[in-house]
């Protein structure tokens, strides 16, 4: 009995790391032909549309990675598609269909050849006898099948509320809303098809157009931070102003690095900006180039009072430190800020922003409960969580921490993020880093929960 077991679960542990290798057919889907891909993986959903890159999300529980990728596409049945209202129509419609008998198609692949993988394993043990041939094929087939089934039960739409996008710049707000609108609860798996229809279809459309407002009706602020003089942190912040739509970048310190005057000149590459620059010193910022940077016609230079962008009120607190020529030293400054957190508290309370801007968190702890977002940097990590209601976000390094990215040893990632708001609440961000030049970027949107009763208090006289 037990032999019967252990070639039953080899058959099936086999069948399952082998099949990322099962060969699938192309398919139709729509004006469209792909190739389907499946394998143990983080429970995600892939949509490859090249060239303008990859679309992924968590949508079920099991260990099993789905991917499709665009090989072929009809330009001319495409443009008729989806020159008019009723031919995108038709083209969901046409999608979801095939969508369908694809999914019935590659489930069938997979379990008979998981159930030919486990065969072969039992042949290939010591024993080689039929039974045990046969216990190791019908691992395999459970093994699969059970698999696939579960993928399909738990599969959850709402995972594209968060996809993560890596192409090119060009394309990813487009692509990134191409899946995220539109999703209201689902109960069946007929909404299932239609959503994951819906979404290939937005998708695929991109191709021969761009989507009318992209942006979804909402605001979105570029926050960007600690570029530590580096040249090509500016001039990424200004692709991904120009990209995004945004209404305006909130810079939250250490825009130079070591209080050289030399290094206010990084201000003339802002200089002609796009949108309105909104900088926050920090601690790395001295007081002579925090001046100079401030003169800058573009540059809205922010230190204990607000400035409203894009229909939000931003208050700025700047660093109250610097420690870059270490006559301050790190433990003196990190005291220094945590005693004027309460200053800030006091100012959030009368002023009542819907943005607290600060290099260093530090200065805002007192302030959580009181205001609906606080932004910061300092760190050089990324970081999301919930403080007493106030959403809390910290981005990394634009500047991939300064002029030793450039070095080969650095490998460091140029960060930052947009934030989206809707109704003047946060709705959503997307965090965006990359490694090199020339190198694609990597998106990846959360979704933001925004404590209502939080936001009534702290609006109320």
Avoid at 223 to 248: C, K, M, W, Y
Avoid at 317 to 331: K, L, R, V
């Amino acid at each position: 009995m037990l032999r019967y077991i252990f070639v039953f679960t080899m058959g099936g542990l086999i069948a399952l790391l082998l099949l990322r290798f099962i060969p699938l057919p192309a398919q139709d889907l729509g004006p469209a032909r792909v190739r389907t891909t499946a394998g143990l993986g983080g429970g995600n959903t892939a949509v490859l549309i090249p060239p303008l890159g990859q679309i992924s999300a968590n949508t079920h529980d099991t260990p099993l990675t789905f991917g499709i990728e665009l090989v072929q596409l009809d330009i001319p049945q495409l443009g008729v598609a989806v020159s008019t209202d009723e031919g995108r129509d038709a083209l969901q419609v046409r999608i979801q269909r095939d969508l369908a008998g694809s999914l019935r198609r590659t489930g069938l692949v997979l379990v008979v050849a998981g159930t030919i993988i486990g065969a072969l394993t039992g042949a290939l043990m010591p024993y080689r006898k039929w039974k045990y041939i046969l216990a190791a094929a019908t691992g395999g087939l459970v093994a699969v099948s059970t698999l696939f089934g579960l993928a399909l039960v738990t599969f959850d739409p709402q995972g594209w509320e968060e996809p993560k996008f890596t192409g090119t710049l060009a394309r990813a707000p487009d692509m990134l809303e191409a899946v995220n609108r539109n999703l209201g609860s689902l109960d069946n798996l007929r909404d299932r098809f239609e959503v994951a229809s819906e979404r290939i279809s937005d998708l695929v459309a991109l191709l021969a157009e761009p989507l009318d407002d992209p942006a979804g009706g909402t605001k979105a602020i570029l926050h960007v931070s600690d570029i530590h003089s580096n040249p090509l942190g500016v001039e990424v912040t200004r692709q991904l102003a120009r990209q995004f739509d945004v209404s305006a970048v909130i810079d939250t310190g250490d825009l130079t690095s070591f209080g050289n005057p030399v290094e206010a000149r990084i201000g003339d590459l802002i200089d002609g900006f796009p949108t309105p620059y909104v900088f926050i010193p920090g601690n790395h910022d001295s007081t002579a180039n925090r001046v100079e940077v401030g003169r800058i016609e573009e540059v809205v230079l922010l230190d204990r009072e607000t400035v409203t962008v894009g229909g939000l009120d931003v208050l700025g607190w700047a660093d109250p430190t610097f420690t870059a020529s270490n006559q301050t030293s790190t433990e003196e400054g990190n005291t220094a800020r945590e005693e004027e957190g309460e200053l800030v508290a006091e100012a959030v309370e009368e002023l009542t922003p819907d943005i607290l801007a600060v290099h260093d968190e530090r200065l805002a702890e007192d302030s959580y409960g009181r205001v609906p977002l606080v932004i910061s940097g300092h760190t050089h990590e990324r970081d999301l969580r919930i403080e007493e209601g106030t959403i809390q976000l910290v981005v990394g390094s634009t500047g991939a921490t300064g002029l030793g990215s450039f070095t080969i040893e650095a490998d460091l990632p140029y960060e930052a993020q947009v934030i989206y708001f809707r109704d003047g609440l946060p709705s959503a961000v997307d965090y965006v880093s990359f490694k090199s030049l020339g190198s694609e970027f990597d998106i990846q949107r959360e979704v933001l929960e925004v404590d209502e009763e939080l936001v009534e208090e702290s609006q109320s006289p």
